[in-house]
């Protein structure tokens, strides 16, 4: 039922025309909507999805003209779906991708690269790529709210964006998030709305809820503008190597955006002469064992998935029934790449196996990428002379929970050197 007291949501796209954006189009059948805060096809139900002027973008896109613009994600702006110039979240993205021989020795790994997604900002996950991009779009329809419904990092970087630029914020999150995810929503001042249920019990809430109030929940009615934020990973990955789209990827899965925008990235780049295409690019994905629908539907065959009831220490990861878990499935099965899964015990061996060797602190979901990472590497899935870059998505001080009891005391000694020695030479 919707509130007649309520005003309705922005209808009309203020800026008209955009020069590179021709419009929202529906990923089944192809109908072309207007640029306004919609994301489902009116006629098959399908998810729609930005569709550029790639010609004109093909005329004014180079190397070098990328390579003069700002050291963010908006040096590809051409390809992001916002009509005016950023107003906020200029700082998102161009994180750095690391050469990580010291794990790809472990692994048995030539050519392993990290993309280091826990150092983004402002609030050190990737979502702060796919927020930054919508709440520019948010801002440009014309609402005053944000919201989202989110595992967690999606909260922290939807609060913090609102906060910096003094917009109404609703976050809504499951009740039984890490401490470090829920005080990194609070501290931003938003109303943070913590739901007795699972994460796709918040999903549906916040449907309802979007239907009532003029909001712009960033991951459901603004979802096709906020999805393609995330191909600006594949862009920076690109540029980063030298202009070249790698062998293979390992990218987390929770709805299966990240995965299937990974994909699109590099065939912009290609389709648009930014980089040589890459045939053997293999994109795999990678699960929790307590959350894998996408991974059981890989192993059966299948091409749809069956949600599932989620239960693992990846909570970043733990949607259940994934709105992007078929197109993940689509972009595996094309590129001919795998789908893996990681137990608790693995993911937190992963954390550790990354920190120890790299340095580099991941949360929960960067113990499963790394954990997968290393499953591929063992079957021979990923040979040792492949480029491989593996998405590291979230920084591990915002889940120190899941490391209680596994790593050593600290050493304690008397403030002597006595008391030292005796650690250092133990008789
Ligand atoms: C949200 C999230 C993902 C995956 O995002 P989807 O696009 O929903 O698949 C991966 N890693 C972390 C840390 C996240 O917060
Ligand atoms: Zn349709």
Redesign the pocket.
């Known amino acids: 039922m919707s509130n007649p007291s309520v005003p309705p949501p922005p209808s009309s796209d203020p800026e008209g025309g955009s020069l590179y954006l021709r419009g929202l189009k529906c990923r089944e059948c192809g109908r072309i909507y207007d640029l306004l805060p919609v994301h489902v096809c009116d006629f098959c139900f399908g998810p729609l999805e930005v569709d550029y002027k790639y010609e004109t973008i093909r005329a004014g896109l180079s190397r070098e003209s990328i390579e003069r613009g700002p050291k963010s994600l908006w040096r590809y702006k051409a390809l992001l779906p916002i009509v005016g110039e950023p107003t906020a979240g200029l700082h998102a993205g161009m994180t750095p991708l690391v050469r990580a021989e010291r794990l790809g020795k472990v692994l048995g790994l030539k050519n392993l690269y990290i993309k280091n997604d826990t150092v983004n900002h402002p609030t050190l996950?990737?979502?702060d790529r796919v927020v930054a991009v919508a709440i520019n779009r948010a801002r440009e329809l014309g609402f005053k709210t944000v919201a989202c419904a989110s595992?967690?990092?999606?909260a922290n970087s939807v609060s913090a964006h609102a906060a910096s630029i003094g917009m109404n914020c609703f976050v809504f999150i499951p009740h039984d998030l890490e401490a470090g995810k829920i005080l990194g929503n609070l501290v931003y001042k938003p109303t943070v709305v913590s739901v007795r249920g699972n994460y796709d019990d918040v999903n549906r809430l916040c449907s309802e809820i979007g239907a009532e109030y003029p909001w712009a929940f960033v991951n459901i009615n603004i979802r096709p503008y906020y999805a393609e934020g995330?191909k600006s990973l594949a862009f920076e990955t690109a540029e980063q190597l030298g202009w070249k789209i790698p062998d293979q990827v390992v990218v987390?899965?929770?709805?299966?955006?990240?995965?299937t925008k990974i994909w699109k990235g590099f065939q912009e780049f290609a389709n648009l002469g930014i980089v040589k295409e890459n045939p053997l690019l293999k994109v795999n994905g990678a699960q929790a064992s307590g959350c894998s629908p996408v991974f059981q539907a890989f192993q059966a065959g299948r091409t749809q998935f069956v949600p599932v009831k989620p239960k693992t220490i990846a909570k970043?990861?733990a949607?259940g029934n994934p709105a992007d878990g078929y197109y993940a499935l689509d972009v595996v099965g094309r590129s001919k790449g795998q789908v893996e899964a990681a137990t608790d015990p693995e993911i937190v061996e992963g954390m550790v196996l990354l920190a120890e060797t790299e340095g580099i602190f991941a949360?929960t979901?960067g113990g499963v990428t790394v954990a997968c990472l290393k499953k591929l590497a063992q079957k021979k899935a990923i040979r040792p002379d492949d480029v491989t870059v593996a998405y590291i998505?979230?920084n591990g001080l915002k889940t120190m929970e899941a490391l209680t009891g596994f790593l050593p005391e600290p050493v304690g000694i008397d403030p002597t050197l006595t008391s030292f020695r005796k650690i250092v030479n133990p008789s």
Request: aromatic share 4%; net charge neutral; hydrophobic share 40%.
């Open positions: 996950s990737f979502k595992t967690g990092n999606l995330s987390p899965i929770a709805s299966g955006s990240l995965l970043s990861l949607i949360e979901a998505t979230g």
